[in-house]
């Protein structure tokens, strides 16, 4: 068996990326190089947008897209909360508050019918997060945006690649994130993108993700003299948050084979769908997919029905060496936002859709090393888990 059916994600390496690496670290570049640009450069050529600005991590590229609206202390944020933390956690960095609006659980994406009704005179962006790979409806979400005049920002990590109505993902809300975490779809170990086709913006990222710094060429005002050559100033409160020029070129390297990872992700979709179809006690929502987007394929999950014990399901699929896994956790059930924004326990009403999508949700292992027999072996496992379980039961 696959031993690396175990996790739910893995990277895809191979020797020309090894190679590429190499080259990297015999350069004259650690940082701050040639790599990053020419990174950024293919990035941007790839999704077909204006500005890439290459950062640390898919978390410093969320805090960066929110912090360089310069919202006022206080302002809101509508954001899904079936998600990874940082979609979340990248607002309150902002000291800005996030509101949650429930989902669609067709979907898993943010409920776009549901989002207007979270708008208040405080509300300046919605951040959604396309789920799994899924595109959210962002021609909704952009006719909310437009007629309230709110910023977008899209967190695209699970969706290297995806796209929307022709368009790829990346150049469609005001600001997108995008994270190349080993699980994702294509890595630089850590490291993440912000896109934008803003000027302004993308020039204000540039600098966050360096200490806010300004260099004695772009200086407006001279403090130590016209020859002051070692001048610089510091325009706002950046960190720094820069991706090396090793990390750079294993992505540039990555980036080559993006389109062969989602094929082959979308191969392994197929093939669960085909093999889970009819079997009882279970849904496969990525069996319904609207052929006009395109998937990047970054989660295989499925939902268990409502008599099925989801821990029990877990860990039988453990003992037989399949990383079943479950997530997400709604980010208001965490103890430091229910202290942060005072929730009570009653705050799970509000969004029945996330709390029956978080009940109910395994996400199964997928990607692109994986072979047709993992699939039907985690496929076979899964059926005599629910039989298992069943027998169990009665
Ligand atoms: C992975 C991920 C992030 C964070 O990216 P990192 O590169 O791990 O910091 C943010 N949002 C979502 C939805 C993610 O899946």
Redesign the pocket.
Known sequence: MNPFLKSYGRQSIDEEDIQAVAEALRSDFLTTGPKVEEFEKKFSEYIGCKHAIAVA??????ELAVQCLQLSPGSEVIVTPL??M??ANCILYNNLKPVFCDIDIKTLNINPEKTEAKITKKTKAILY?DFGGRPCEIDKLSKIAKKHNLYLIE?A??AVGGGYHGKKLGCLADLT?F???P??TITTG???MVTTENDEFAERIRMLRNHGMLKNDKLKLRKYGKDAFYEYDMAYLGRNYRLTDMQCALGISQLKKIESFIEKRAKLVELYNKLFKGVRGISTPLANIDKENKYSW?LYYILLDKGINKNKFLNFMKSKGVGAHSFYIPIYNFSYYQERLGLGKEIKKEYPAAEEAFSRIVILPLFPSMSEEDVKYIVECAKETIKAIKEVRT
């Open positions: 991590n898919g978390t410093a590229a969320l998600t990874f940082a979609s997060v967190d990590c699970h994130t994270s190349f975490h699980v994702k850590e490291g993440g970054h």
